[in-house]
DNA sequence: GATTCAAATTTGTCAGACAACTTCAGATCG
DNA sequence: CGATCTGAAGTTGTCTGACAAATTTGAATC
């Protein structure tokens, strides 16, 4: 098995910088065919903690699980969070969303507004029609980090976007049209746009904490003491 | 290249669920070898955006990126990093981190307090010998990670104290000791402590941010337009 | 129509070979 | 003696062909 390679090479405590046993040799401590050991070692490239170079050798660059961050939760196989898990990863994405708005209203560029606004008009019209809008509602938060000018924040929130998706789903399902929460939404976001747009870091930082204080009571969960960060006010 | 199929596949645009076209096609459709295709899809599988099995075919598990997040910059040949790109993942850990220790500074407990104290005892042993704390100085910050009691917290410092490292190397260098950054480090971290110990959450989210502003600073960048995230004061 | 079974298909693994590149010891030259 | 060049050995990257294991498919059968 290729796991059990994977396994015994992050179990070996190699140090960054250490070079690993050439393939050959892995191949006979293990029994198995150069064609395994090479899957496992691009298993071990992708993420992150092996290096190899042609004619040299493979080299640890990292160490295992650190190359990455995931957001964790149920399992592969019952892959639903607990609502505690949402909570938190709310929390994170509280502290991010919030800080990103901010610093996009004060670094937004023109093609920033016009990605937001494009989000902001199919939205809309989902809203009109009672359809479904969770991609637009991702591409919106997406186009606030990236009018940060800062790649790796963006790069975050397409990351947590994914994870976001099913939080974002009860909003623009029917049962949320009837109940007023993708209107409601819809607001929020007017809101954080009319702040970027108008340069309002401040603003732009409330009106971001607003709406996700607003999301999470929508899932149900209980943002009190998010607050904490920057005391936010939160108007029942 | 490997690495041209895996763009191929990622830019493919596959809903999960679907089947990847099988090993032989995609031999022909690049003009390489099995073994490069196998190799390739190795990597989505650990990236868990692809699961195979076997007498059926390879299917999409997840979109491209959903799995995790890493922080990028330079290349696989080149892993430096660009003084801008350190700049941005600085500015992710800044949004971050004052919340972070904010947070800590409400939900800490006993235990919490224990691990930032053991940690700074060390980094003052270190301090006082000239030694290398960059073991410790994470250690202090994924302490007041845990404090926020949010797991998804936690595990973000801790992924993100890998890429810190070296930017910290600095400070604990014989250099560093020289020029009083050590030693000025070990000042931000008490008054970060003593805030979060004193349930000042205000005061521990401004003394986390004026940390992160003078580490920025002894790296040389310009971190001046972070504080629009909360207006910090950023006294010269 | 439902079941059974065998053939085709596909992934997983093995073996050997060669190319591209790196490394290092030894030869060569100043 | 020291620096430089050379070539052989070692290592990863890729190719080819083959077989095993699992699944899928379709035809034959009941």
Redesign the interface.
């Known amino acids: 098995m ?1 796991r059990q390679l994977e396994e015994w090479i992050s179990s070996e405590r190699l140090e960054p910088g250490a070079q690993l046993p050439t393939e050959r040799v892995l191949c006979e401590r293990f029994g198995v065919s150069r ?1 395994v050991i ?3 070692i ?7 903690c092996v ?1 190899t170079r042609q004619g040299s050798g493979a080299y640890v ?3 295992p699980g ?7 939760g149920g399992t592969p196989d019952a892959p639903e969070r607990l609502p505690r ?1 949402v909570s ?2 709310f ?2 994405r ?3 969303e ?3 708005a ?2 996009a ?3 937004r560029e023109e093609q920033d507004l016009d990605r937001m606004r494009l989000a902001l008009v199919r939205m809309r019209e989902a809203l009109a029609s009672g359809a479904d809008a969770v991609a637009d509602d991702d591409a919106f938060h997406v186009a606030v980090a990236a009018a ?1 000018r ?4 963006e ?2 929130q ?2 947590m976007a ?2 976001l998706s099913e939080s974002r789903a009860p909003t623009w399902s029917p049962a949320g049209h009837l109940e007023g929460w993708a209107e409601q939404a819809q607001d929020e976001h007017e809101r954080i746009f009319g702040a970027i747009a108008a340069g309002d ?2 603003g732009a ?1 409330a009106a971001a904490a607003a709406h996700l204080v607003r999301a999470a009571r929508r899932l149900g969960l209980d943002p009190q ?2 607050g ?4 936010v006010e939160i108007e029942q």
């Open positions: 290729a064609a090479r899957e496992a691009s298993r071990l490239k992708a993420d992150g290096r660059a990292a160490l650190q190359g990455s961050f995931r957001i964790v898990e938190d990863v929390e994170l509280y502290l991010i919030t800080g990103a901010a610093l209203a004060v670094r940060t800062n790649p790796q924040l790069r975050f397409l990351f994914r994870h870091a401040s930082h003491r998010w904490a960060a920057d005391n």
